[in-house]
């Protein structure tokens, strides 16, 4: 699931008219009137420039807003990585609370579990919004390799968590991915 700009980061309204920008034909003017778009004026005169309008509360906001809220959505992540010869690695992470748990299904000595200083937590947040993991596919799949490592993400939220998971394949930002839960955890994830 990509990211649904068109949803009011401030209402969740869905009644959302993109923003358009220039000199307005007449047909532009009856979409307005429809509130099927809104128009933003001729000239791009000023810093920001937001991209969406909600017909709900009035809020406007751009493409960057939305990535920020969508992810501000997520509550928590929980992941687990392994496989059958070496074990699962499951790291669980509050992103409200900061509280980290990390386990291991054979080496159950390393289990841990810490609460995360709030700017090792922010700095956590801003780089997982880098890793673009709400735009990755549902899942990932390599059909040659029977064994091998399987993982899965759980992103919590609110109203409907979101999975992504794979089997001896990976998105493109994997490695940055293991090395920023490798970072919070103190533990080797790749
Ligand atoms: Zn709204």
Redesign the pocket.
């Known amino acids: 699931m990509a990211i649904n700009y068109k949803i009011?980061p401030?209402?969740n309204?869905k009644d959302v008219a993109k923003i358009l920008y220039g000199y307005p034909s007449g047909d532009m003017i009856m979409l307005e009137a429809a509130g099927k778009i809104k128009l933003g004026g001729c000239l791009i005169c000023m810093d920001y420039s937001p991209q969406y309008h909600?017909n709900?509360?009035d809020?406007q906001w751009d493409k960057e807003e939305a990535i920020y809220y969508a992810y501000q959505k997520i509550t928590g992540l929980k992941i687990t990585i392994g496989g059958f010869h070496q074990g699962h690695k499951n790291l669980s992470v509050n992103l409200k609370t900061g509280q980290m748990t990390y386990s291991h299904s054979i080496d159950e000595e390393k289990n841990l579990t810490i609460v995360l200083n709030p700017g090792v937590l922010e700095d956590f947040k801003d780089k997982l919004i880098d890793t673009n993991i709400l735009n990755w596919k549902r899942r990932y799949y390599d059909n040659e390799v029977l064994d091998g490592i399987q993982w899965e993400i759980v992103m919590v939220r609110d109203k409907r968590n979101i999975i992504r998971s794979g089997s001896n394949d990976y998105p493109l930002e994997w490695d940055n991915f293991c090395k920023i839960i490798s970072e919070i955890s103190g533990k080797n994830f790749n």
């Open positions: 009011c401030n209402c309204s909600c709900n509360c809020n």
